[in-house]
């Protein structure tokens, strides 16, 4: 018992310390691993089953949409970059830049990728000729490099993994529709399959996509009441078509721009995940996005039958469709019940001896700690009842908590008040003016997360500047 103890010591208490706590969760469930270049990381086989089914769940529902995969390089040359000004000054600081071929200087340097929109520009100015060829609506799975200052495992890294959607359309309308179909997807995303409730809402002209005419997001918010911003879908309208002459020959024979959208979702994600549901005994995970949804954990399994039993036990979930493995390994019971907790994993099965005897399993939920005795007759129809229970709960448990620190502010002293003293999103008036955003970046170090979809009237001034509001927007400090 002395090492189950010790396996949860080696995690800090999140209440005393939420950034280590972040840390020796990644590191203690053996997500994430350091390596010889800074700011960079290997993702291990726990935390990259994690991104496999994020990529499978989104990719489906991507494909429902009409959507196409490709894949482009991941290098651009400077001249290509440079045709779009607002999009290279955006990405300026955290560009990383080959320079050299083998030991021969390249005659022009080439960008490793910070995100692929010049190259998708260049694709689209080649590939689309008449009104037939439109829609184009792609997407690639791959990593970009952005040379972060400050890094933090998943959260902020210089190279991550992601998936980019570009898309091209004949009409401003059709290419409005699939920016918005997109953020909606993103947020039934987070909300069905890994029980994050999001906030739906516009980003602000001053934190919108660096050439974008709008950038629509969701924002989720922390265990510690930071909030995260965990999609984006971007409309860039004929601006990026007008800087490439992506034209095409619409039906009345004339050449017209095309209109385009970008929208992305990244490993980030797997950082809200911790961050949202964990606790202090380590990662816990949503039945529908956990790579294993149940441990069958033998007691005595030396004793004849009990291992036999455990993977039939096993065999049964498998049948039902429930991702299972079996904890055969020489720990001690106790081990690998914390091992179980540390891991996220939602629910384990006990079965020992007596419990063969009495043609019985207990059942016992990561979230909740709750134990079901079940009939081992049963077992597989019990442990998908209580797998779709937890999933649902913890959805409950992350939209209670995102509301209970969700603040109003009418004034500025009341705003910097909360935002100071109390953790969370808060809601407040805004007239519309970059230098509000900028007083209350430098006063408070909060931003403008969106402005909501759905809009309320807290007061008819800017909470600021007292001028006449225009927005309500939600405020806070982010990751």
Sequence with gaps: MAKDKKMVEAITSMEEDFAQWYTDVVKKAELVDYTSVKGCMVIKPAGYAIWENIQHELDRRFKETGVENVYLPMFIPESLLQKEKDHVEGFAPEVAWVTHGGLEPLQERLCVRPTSETLFCDLYARDIQSHRDLPKVYNQWCSVVRWEKTTRPFLRSREFLWQEGHTAHATAEEAEERTVQMLNLYADFCEEVLAIPVIKGRKTDKEKFAGAEATYTIESLMHDGKALQSGTSHNFGDGF??????????KDNTLKYVHQTSWGMTTRMIGAIIMVHGDNSGLVLPPRIAPVQAVVIPIQQRKEGVLEKAFELSDALKAAGIRVKVDET???????????????????????PKDIEANQAVIVRRDTREKTVVSLDALAEKAAEILENMQSDMLTRARTHRDAHTYVATDYEEFKQTVN??????????????????????????TSRCIPFEQETLSDKCVCCGRPAKKMVYWGRAY
Excluded: H, L, N
Aim: overall charge negative.
């Design 421 to 446: 003293e109390k953790p969370g999103f808060v809601k407040a008036m805004w007239c519309g003016c970059q230098e509000c955003e900028d007083k209350i970046k430098e006063d408070v170090q909060a």
């Design 330 to 352: 020489d720990k001690s019971p106790g081990f690998k019940f914390a091992e179980q907790e540390m891991r996220g994993i939602p629910i384990r099965i006990e079965c020992g």
């Design 241 to 250: 078509a007008r800087a490439f002459d992506i034209q095409y020959t619409d």
